[in-house]
């Protein structure tokens, strides 16, 4: 049976190297597993809607929706411009923006994508006015859009805790840490890095207009700056569930952005909800097919075939976590966040615990290396997203991006699976282990 799986996952592997669409590779592999006996179509097929109709994967579409409406309705302009007024007219202040700004949309949108998509088009320009060079603010804005998948709430870490029958709330705590201090060290390199830049910074406000100036973004930012306060308070207060959270974040922002920032028409709702459902109708029947792959891997015992086999090799715990970060990193590079999660949690999740990693730690050490996949060739799908709102060429955003990477996101990744505290600590404090 195990020449089954190794003969699906070889298929699949082929299929995502001839850029066949996600959801038709994991399609190939389940197919394979059905004409050689690994599993029955019409059984993996009533078991997986029946999954796929979960409530909580409503969390998913909403959260989607949310996103593009705070990125068309002018929420997001007025979240820089507050942040802006803080550190903005300080060296390297613009690109300290774009860390915290990103950072705070991931906790409105759940998504990487918003983060670029939203400040992208108003940073990027005025980056360069300033005398950064466009490659460089493209990189930073992007990298930092990554921040979105892992401050809460977080998709990815909806679909785990579904995958995983773990807390969601806890795993959405789980990456609070290593989330903050990625926004920290991007805004750090920024300002160090800054100093090679001839930037052109505006003059200092004297202390009063300077107070002046933050009470008026601050007045035109509350509406914005209430998101957060509001999804995650009734999360966090047990007012709402994720997915009711989810549904207010959209029905706020209608409102928000037709009558109060005015950004949204008649013309544009109905863009971004056609395009938001077009978006959620791709994602769900990718993981449609994925979850039942996966499925299936399950019930022919994969998992405790791969535990097995690991632990002939070593059962060094330190050598292990090296090699299971290296796999998520890998798998990060060929598939979205959201499938690497389906296709992998269920697989490793036996082996980590069997090496004394606690689920919602896992849950972080996934988070943050399917999250890097985004902007790591040849997967990509932020970085691309990036160049085409940046218009910068490939050559023009890898140098600044993977150095950004490295020195600001491999050390949270390691510090993740080897201190547990920092991903363990928010959810023990507020009593969800």
């Known amino acids: 049976m195990m020449s089954t799986v190794i003969i699906s996952l070889l298929v699949v592997v082929a299929c995502l190297t001839l850029g066949v669409p996600l959801p038709f590779c994991f399609g190939g592999g389940l197919m394979v597993m059905s004409i050689l006996g690994g599993a029955t179509m019409k059984g993996m097929m009533l078991w997986g809607l029946g999954q796929i109709t979960n409530p909580v994967l409503l969390c998913v579409p909403l959260f989607i929706f949310a996103g593009t ?50 400040t992208g088009p108003i940073l990027i320009p005025r980056m360069e006015q300033e005398g ?20 809460p709430p977080s998709v990815v870490m909806i679909v785990y805790g579904w995958v995983t029958e773990t807390s969601i709330l806890a795993c959405f705590l789980a990456t609070v840490g290593p989330g903050l201090l990625i926004t920290f060290l991007f805004a750090l390199i920024n300002v160090i890095w800054a100093r090679k830049f001839d930037l052109k910074l505006e003059p200092k406000l004297p202390p009063k207009e300077k107070w002046n100036e933050i009470k008026r973004r601050t007045r035109l930012a509350l509406p914005a700056l209430m998101m957060p306060f509001i999804i995650l308070g009734g999360i966090y207060g047990g007012i709402m569930t994720p997915t009711e959270a989810a549904a207010v974040a959209v029905i706020y922002s209608i409102p928000v952005g037709f009558f109060v920032y005015k950004g949204l028409t008649l013309k544009n709702f109905y863009e971004i909800a056609w395009n938001s459902a077009t978006s959620v109708g791709a994602i769900l029947i990718m993981i449609l097919f994925c979850l039942m792959l996966s499925q299936t891997y399950v019930m022919l015992r994969v998992p405790q075939a791969l535990v097995q086999v690991i632990f002939d090799i070593t059962q060094n715990k330190v050598v292990l976590l090296v090699m299971i970060n290296i796999l998520l990193f890998f798998v990060g590079m060929i598939v979205n966040d959201i499938t690497g999660v389906i296709l992998i949690a269920p697989l490793l999740l036996p082996l980590v615990q069997a090496i004394g990693i606690h689920p919602i730690q896992f849950a972080a050490i996934m988070g943050v290396n399917l999250a890097m996949g985004g902007v790591t060739p040849p997967y990509a799908s932020i970085l691309y997203l990036g160049m085409r709102i940046g218009k910068v060429e490939f050559m023009e955003i890898v140098k600044p991006a993977m150095i950004l990477l490295l020195l600001g996101y491999v050390p949270v990744v390691f510090l993740t699976s080897f201190w547990p505290d920092l991903s363990l600590f928010l959810p023990r404090l507020l009593g969800y282990l």
């Open 69 to 118: 409406l705070m990125s068309e309705s002018g929420i997001a302009k007025y979240l820089l411009d507050f942040v802006n007024v803080f550190v903005g007219r300080m060296r390297g202040g613009l690109g300290v923006v774009a860390s915290i700004s990103c950072a705070i949309i991931g906790a409105i949108s759940g998504s990487g994508f918003t983060g670029v998509a939203a």
């Open 132 to 151: 950064y060079p466009r490659g460089y603010a493209t990189a930073l804005v992007t990298d930092s859009s990554i921040l979105g998948l892992l401050i």
